[in-house]
């Protein structure tokens, strides 16, 4: 598993437990400060949360994979100058 | 019974306050190392980037050497029809060779200047999250704070 995988299931596995526990507190506090905390906390939390694990998904399709054909283009290369001549 | 609802609430965002903690503080260790994450990548282009220009440049200089050898084959006195059939061949595969490579590394030379933009793109998108988590953390704390400790007070006149 590369490097940019291994940080977006980390990161989607800390959001899900947040999320989770965000239930557990919803369900559990029930007055206008706790609306307050969601609006005013929680969601922001989220949302950056999500924006940053959108990052680093883009960042698998760009930068990774234009890494990956960096690497596939060095080993073709391996490959082909098998077969070179040599002056 | 309001008492037994305050103790509940405070047990609650109490347990709650930890999960949170824990979260942000995780949130942005994770991007302090995915910050590392696209370093190494910067670096690990650049290496490939050099690896794969190297090729091109070892190619370029066998070309020249094939020259210089089919230049010697047809200089040869009495003509050698297959030395130069030989050299040219050579020299031949070789110009093949540098094609391709120069055409591998000049691929490259466009990728890595994309990921080098790129890298810098996600390298301040990810600091502005680990600032945004940061003072939205700092805010969350504040909120928990007060308010348990307003329901600590509720519950202690109440007691």
């Known amino acids: ?82 077969g070179w001549p040599t002056p | 019974m309001g008492e037994d609802i305050n103790v509940r609430s405070i047990k609650l965002l109490e347990s709650y306050h930890k999960t949170f903690t824990g979260f942000s ?10 910050l590392a994450v696209l370093e190494n990548s910067a670096e690990h282009a650049k290496q ?20 210089v050898k089919m230049a010697a084959a047809a200089a040869e006195q009495p003509i050698n029809p297959i030395h130069i059939a030989v050299a ?10 540098y094609k391709t490579a120069k055409q591998y590394d000049e691929q490259c030379d466009e990728m890595i200047k994309k990921i080098r933009i790129l890298i810098e793109q996600s390298k301040q998108q990810s600091i502005k999250y680990r600032t945004e988590i940061s003072l939205t953390a700092e805010s969350g704390n504040t909120f928990l704070n007060s308010y348990i400790s307003k329901l600590q007070s509720y519950s202690g006149q109440n007691g």
């Open chain 2, 88 to 97: 040219m061949k050579r020299l031949e595969g070789c110009k093949e060779a």
């Open chain 1, 1 to 82: 598993m590369d490097d940019f995988t291994r940080h977006i299931n980390e990161m989607n596995d800390c959001l899900q437990s947040f999320n989770k526990n965000n239930r557990i507190l919803s369900d559990n506090w029930k007055d206008d400060q706790a609306d307050r905390f969601t609006q005013s906390v929680l969601t922001k939390m989220t949302e950056a949360s999500q924006g940053l694990i959108q990052g680093m998904e883009n960042d698998k399709n760009g930068i990774g994979a234009m890494i990956k054909q960096m690497e596939d283009m060095e080993k073709e290369l391996k490959h082909l100058e098998a």
């Open chain 2, 25 to 34: 503080s995780t949130v942005q260790h994770k991007i302090n190392s995915y």
């Open chain 2, 48 to 67: 490939l980037k050099y690896r794969i220009h190297s090729f091109a440049e070892r190619r370029k200089s066998y070309l020249n050497k094939a020259k």
